[in-house]
């Protein structure tokens, strides 16, 4: 099989069965698909294969109060920016955190206060990355879809590989 056929074949497939989604960009479906593949492989390794609201919080208290923040930098200040405004959070976050009180309660001081200690910000960007990938999995995502998602996946991708370079300590 080559490439170019099997992608072809996929997007016909998608094009006569799934019309919400034949308009997405194929940067942002090469985005969805990095985040999703490096999230699989973060689950595996660090949440026993069953990510859920629990593992993450377990695993955002082995998050040590002295991580070294600054290969976070990038993705925070990017997050940081898309979900907050001077005056608090904005629709982006809504549009994250969706119905999800629990995560958003979680993520919103952080993210309004646009600032806190490196575990914090840390703890804030495991959540997202959480969010982003309910949101692929079992998300609205025909609300708004996902063809403006570009940067917001492949960020999340790249803030995968910084967290699984941190190799704490797996939970479950």
């Not at 999230?39 to 949440?47: A, I």
């Not at 200040?77 to 979680?106: C, I, M, W």
């Not at 609300?143 to 998602?149: F, M, P, V």
């Amino acid at each position: 099989m080559a490439f170019l056929d099997d992608r072809a074949e996929i997007d016909n497939w998608t094009g006569q069965s799934c019309p919400e989604f034949t308009g997405v960009p194929p940067e942002v479906q090469l985005a969805a698909y990095y985040f999703m593949i490096l999230w699989s492989v973060f689950d595996k390794r660090n949440l026993n294969r069953s990510a859920s609201r629990l593992l993450i919080a377990k695993y955002c208290e082995g998050v040590p109060e002295d991580v070294e923040f600054e290969p976070f930098e990038t993705c925070w200040n990017f997050y940081q920016g898309r979900f907050a405004d001077p005056t608090g959070v904005n629709d982006h976050f809504n549009d994250l955190v969706g119905e999800d009180y629990g995560t958003s309660k979680r993520l919103e001081p952080t993210i309004a206060a646009q600032q806190g200690t490196p575990k914090d910000k840390l703890t804030a960007l495991v959540w997202i990355t959480y969010r982003l990938r309910c949101n692929l999995m079992h998300g609205a995502k025909h609300k708004k879809g996902i063809s403006d998602q570009y940067d917001n996946l492949m960020m999340g991708a790249k803030l995968m590989t910084k967290i699984m370079d941190l190799k704490l300590k797996p939970v479950g």
